[in-house]
């Protein structure tokens, strides 16, 4: 056993590693802003400047005269002058070759919602005959979307790496978007556990490691690239942010869930146990420091776009997905694991208890915080939706709306595991309802997700697959 902890360990590390080479060589043409360089602005400018309050500012004497280090003082929105702009690259003529162009890391969401589904079915108290068969046909399909959406992002990659690059510099979803790698394969993980935790529960803990590394990467590294190279600040910051944080919550609640029911010793259950809490103590306190600052936001917003409203449900997200780490947790440590290890004053039998109350207790109450996110996500998408010009009939499709799903099913596991651990027929009603809400509106976006495939509106193909695009003008992604 101490030998497959410590390779274990070793391919932790290397991946790591592995991983920081590829973070460093993508942005190793980056260069950061010059906050030395003087400004000797002209008589008249310094006039317009004294008499125009500063995000008022027309873009192109921003870009022009403001320097960054002043524009970021005043909350003034800009171009990096030392980045090279790739986004006037002319997109690829064939649709093929512009289809792939316009193939964000977003789509990588689309598994993250599936994977979630599958794991709720397969845990849902209320089973009839087929649910888990069912369950196991959505894991099958998300193994293959998260396959398939990997090698087509790679193949942007590859394609067109200046293009890719631009978009990992200079937007925010595109770096969050990245995370939903993570979090999708942990959900694939959980029911691999479900399912084979007894025969392959070795290989099962092993993968979560090298998912682990991932997930810890993501959440340390992604806000760095979005905070300091990405000049994000407080009027542009959106909730996609919070993404690298869930997807360490994420890893906490599956090292939980592998540790539960994965056979597996407890010699290498613990190490896991006390990973997954501190991912828990890392991202939930961050989720807790960017909320506020996404609450204070919305007193200065007038109005939200429809693309941007469905991301307000990714709040609730991280508490729904905190909250099922520390049950899986506690019940983990209650099952035995620190009293097998038995070690030093906090691993033992006697800190087993106080550890899965603390735990359970604890998950109660992140799970009434995201109880409001929940509530505000939905007010908040049905009012944009209701009060923007022409109303609910001109709300069209995009692939935003897919925020909507793993944060929803997060929160709905959460309910399936409190009515297991209270034995309570409140919360398995609950959560019952929960789900068929959430089955149908997966039903209803794979659906308008298919319809966009095949029009080609999703990939920014105005005149469909069949017609070349010889204008060569930056393609723009169409609502569907």
Known sequence: MGLSTGAIIVIVLVGCLAATALGASVFKHYKPADSETPFSPSYEQKVYMAQTPPNLYPFEFIKEHVPIRLSLQFGVNRTEPHMPDQGDLPP??????????????????????????????????????????????????????????????????????????????????????????????????????????????????????????????????????????????????????????????????????????????????????????????AGLTLVAVFNTITIYQYFGRTFQTTDMVYQDMIMCGPCGQASVALQALGEAVQAGSFAAYDRGQLLTAEAAGPFAFISHFTGLLVWGYGIFWWCFAIMSISYTLYTQPGGWKQSRFTLSVWSVVFPWGTFTNAAVEFGKLMKSPAFDVFSTALLLLLVIIWLIIQILTVKGIVTGRIFGLDHGWRKRYDDRRPAVLKEA
């Open 92 to 281: 690829p003529a064939g649709p093929l070759s512009r289809a792939l162009w316009n193939f964000p890391s977003l789509w990588f969401i689309v598994p993250q919602g599936t994977g979630i589904i599958a794991v709720i079915l397969y845990r849902l108290n209320y089973q009839f005959n087929g649910l888990k068969t069912l369950a196991t046909i959505v894991w099958i399909y998300t193994i293959v979307q998260l396959g398939l959406f990997l090698i087509l992002y790679l193949l942007r990659i590859f394609i067109h790496p200046r293009h890719v690059l631009h978009q990992l510099r200079n937007k925010t979803i595109e770096t969050s978007g990245l995370c939903c790698i993570s979090i999708a394969f942990t959900s694939i993980l959980e029911m691999a556990a479900f399912k084979y935790g007894h025969t392959a529960g070795l290989a099962i803990y092993i993968l979560w490691w090298i998912n682990t590394g991932m997930a810890v990467l993501a959440c340390m590294g992604i806000p760095f690239v979005q905070l300091k190279m990405q000049q994000l600040n407080k009027r542009s910051m959106q909730a996609d942010t919070l993404m690298p944080f869930l997807a360490a919550l994420t890893s906490a609640a599956g090292g939980g869930v592998i540790c539960r029911v994965a056979h597996i010793s407890p010699r290498l259950q613990v190490p896991a146990i006390i990973v997954s809490y501190l991912e828990i103590g």
